[in-house]
Nanobody, 125 residues
Framework: QVQLVESGGGLVQAGGSLRLSCAAS????????LGWFRQAPGKERESVAA????????YYAESVEGRFTISRDNAKNTVYLQMNSLKPEDTAVYYC??????????????????WGQGTPVTVSS
């Protein structure tokens, strides 16, 4: 079955950086769009970034545009989220997600099928 395992979360000061990784298995990675979502305490889960299965299209939430970068390594079946200039409001549990093969990032963002267990990110002020 599809498994997504996130890593790289932790505690960082405002202005710092973290890189999240999500290792995927049980799917045809090169045909899978992937996304990062986050859920802060007391808030709904939101889409943060996504990358298409071909790698040619990306999406970023307005709140992270210019600070976060999503990338993928098909040889390693891994998707990354480089997070720079972190702010306290970025504090959340970050989840990796994917959908059905060849789903666009629009479809992925609206109805992801598979989720990782999440990795917590805490940004102190």
């Amino acid at each position: 079955q599809v498994q997504l395992v996130e890593s790289g979360g932790g505690l960082v000061q405002a202005g710092g950086s973290l890189r999240l990784s999500c290792a995927a298995s049980g799917l045809t990675f090169s045909r899978s769009s992937l996304g990062w979502f986050r859920q802060a305490p007391g808030k709904e889960r939101e889409s943060v970034a996504a990358i298409s299965w071909g790698g040619g299209s990306t999406y970023y939430a307005e709140s992270v545009e210019g600070r976060f970068t999503i990338s993928r390594d098909n040889a390693k079946n891994t998707v990354y989220l480089q997070m720079n200039s972190l702010k306290p409001e970025d504090t959340a549990v970050y989840y990796c997600a994917t959908g059905a093969p060849l789903d666009s990032i629009v479809v992925l963002r609206s109805r992801p099928k598979y989720w990782g267990q999440g990795t917590p990110v805490t940004v102190s002020s």
